[in-house]
């Protein structure tokens, strides 16, 4: 992530890495310095950013005592005030970027504190706000933000990439794969086959009408889903466009019950 700011910022940067080679690296790209230690990095910046393990704050903090002026983090799951805690008596602020910032189209969650030095906490927001959307929330809801930042979107477009090329797969193949994700179970995995693959023998197991319309239209009876599953078999290979005609034939359980009310979804 520290490179991803670095090249969304595009300026010159003083830098200091555990591996002295990556700084070395970083800094002739962006036409900087890599320097020997984060002390000499903070003696000579003005704005220090915290890109380091959140298990080294106290550590670098004890590093740095006395040089750093102004401090941003991006430290994940190190609230406000512990970083304020680790670096006393001088403005600190704390970030959440997106990968995006590297191209500066990214979004930066900035966590609420009140008013340090006016002309900086302005000069550190603008700096961030290059780099894309600002949106301020408070503290506590900043870790919960990260679930959507940082990489977690990287994450997310990896499984969609290996989800669309698992698209050829065997149907039943794939439909294991698509119940190992979490909250896919077999009617969600029977919905996506029938549609994005064209699955023609996918059945929606745990479907609310499914099963009472398959079972009218084929045996003139009431069935569960092991009874539709039991009239649907001579249909293999077919079984869902089986059920669809079902559907479609105009043949339903006559209805004995009271409607279901509208629920309203806006109380969920």
Not at 115 to 130: N, S
């Amino acid at each position: 992530m520290a490179r991803a700011l670095a090249r969304g910022w595009g300026r010159p940067v003083l830098c200091a890495d555990p591996v002295a080679e990556r700084a070395a690296e970083l800094a002739q790209e962006m036409g900087g310095r890599a320097l020997g230690s984060n002390a000499e990095v903070a003696a000579q910046a003005d704005l220090g950013v915290l890109c380091h393990k959140p298990a080294q704050l106290e550590s670098v903090a004890a590093e740095i005592e006395g040089e750093a002026k102004t401090i941003a983090s991006i430290l994940d799951v190190t609230p406000l005030a512990r970083l304020k805690h680790a670096y006393p008596g001088r403005p600190v602020y704390r970030f959440i970027p997106s990968l995006p910032v590297e191209v500066r189209a990214g979004a930066v969650v900035q966590a609420a504190g009140e008013t340090q030095a006016a002309d900086m906490d302005a000069k550190v927001h603008d700096l961030f706000a290059e780099l894309g959307a600002v949106v301020t929330v408070d503290d506590s809801l900043v870790d919960v933000a990260m679930g959507l930042m940082s990489c977690a979107p990287a994450y997310v477009a990896l499984v969609a990439g290996r989800l669309e090329a698992a698209a050829g797969l065997p149907g039943p193949k794939l439909d294991t794969l698509l119940q190992r994700l979490p909250g896919v179970g077999p009617w969600s995995s029977a919905e996506v086959r029938q549609r994005a693959c064209g699955d023609a023998d996918a059945v929606s197991v745990g479907d609310y009408h499914l099963p009472s319309v398959v079972g009218w239209a084929l045996a003139g009876r009431v069935v569960d889903d092991a009874g539709m599953l039991e009239l649907l078999a001579s249909y293999r290979g077919h079984r869902h466009r089986a059920a669809v005609l079902a559907g479609l034939s105009g043949r339903r359980p006559p209805r004995r019950g009271p409607r279901l009310a509208a629920r309203d979804y806006r109380a969920f």
